[in-house]
């Protein structure tokens, strides 16, 4: 009788949290947040994104980058309120994937631009990594 409760209460200790909760509802809302006003800033300025992908060689820079800011403003916001998470966080970390290298290349950026590139390169690379845990969850 003893052995079984103790069974009942390793079991129930192993046990996964319900599929319901989400995971580090603050760091989240943090990093969704954070996305969702980079975004917004984009759209703010959207003249200035689009001169800013063309001079990076993107390809159709006044459909891409609206649509770009759009993939990240929706998935911040999806991120922090964990609805698609999959979808969301994803996203996510494609935008930050592609994004990083190609906008904030401080390695080929002028002297005057390489600090400010190196500071908005390693900022991406941190929400990546926050997206790309995220991410990891989603799929849990």
Do not use: C, K
């Not at 947040?33 to 200035?48: C, N, T, V």
């Not at 590139?117 to 845990?133: D, H, P, T």
Request: no cysteine.
């Amino acid at each position: 009788m003893g052995d079984s409760s103790a069974e009942s209460a390793e079991s129930a200790e192993s046990a996964e949290p319900a599929e319901s909760t989400s995971p580090a509802p603050l760091g989240r809302v943090l990093l969704g947040l954070g996305l969702s006003m980079q975004a917004a800033e984009d759209f703010r300025d959207m003249e200035d994104s689009i001169e800013y992908a063309e001079s990076a060689g993107v390809p159709m820079p006044e459909v891409l980058a609206p649509f770009a800011s759009g993939m990240l403003l929706v998935s911040g916001i999806a991120l922090a309120l964990w609805r698609l998470p999959r979808v969301a966080t994803g996203a996510a970390v494609t935008f930050l994937a592609v994004v990083t290298p190609t906008m904030h290349d401080f390695w080929n950026a002028d002297e005057d631009d390489a600090s400010g590139e190196r500071l908005a390169f390693f900022g991406n690379v941190a929400m990546l990594g926050g997206a790309l845990a995220f991410l990891r969850e989603a799929y849990r």
